[in-house]
């Protein structure tokens, strides 16, 4: 599977973000999916999971309330809106596919990733 991210940019504390991932390949409901992100300096953390059907989700922590995941598997395509944003969501957002039925909570089974964009939270 291809993804393909978007949506990244710059915006103020406060304001909202929506980040598409688009997949081409493999039949796209076969995947566990993923949003991921890295600061500089930092590892790359789990921001949010959604199962194949997804009728399961996961957050991390920090973004419980703020954030929600999303898939459409008629348009092979995996959404994370972002509110509330806050200068620590600053990062590259990256999506990634695990095989279904993967921990998907887990980084290290996520075998597929896009490439990054670019979120800019300025204080």
């Known amino acids: 599977v291809q993804l393909q991210a978007s949506g990244g940019g710059s915006v103020q504390a406060g304001g909202s973000l929506r980040l598409s991932c688009a997949a081409s390949?493999?039949?796209?409901?076969?995947?566990?999916l993923g949003w991921f992100r890295q600061a500089p300096g930092k590892e790359r953390e789990i921001v949010a999971a959604v199962r194949w059907s997804g009728g399961s989700t996961y957050y991390a922590d920090s973004v419980k309330g703020r954030f929600t995941i999303s898939r459409d598997n008629a348009k092979n395509t995996v959404y994370l809106q972002m509110n509330s944003l806050k200068p620590e969501d600053t990062a590259v957002y990256y999506c990634a596919a695990a095989l279904r039925g993967s921990y998907y909570t887990e980084v290290r089974y996520y075998a597929y990733w896009g490439q990054g964009t670019l979120v800019t939270v300025s204080s």
């Open positions: 390949g493999r039949t796209f409901s076969s995947y566990e």
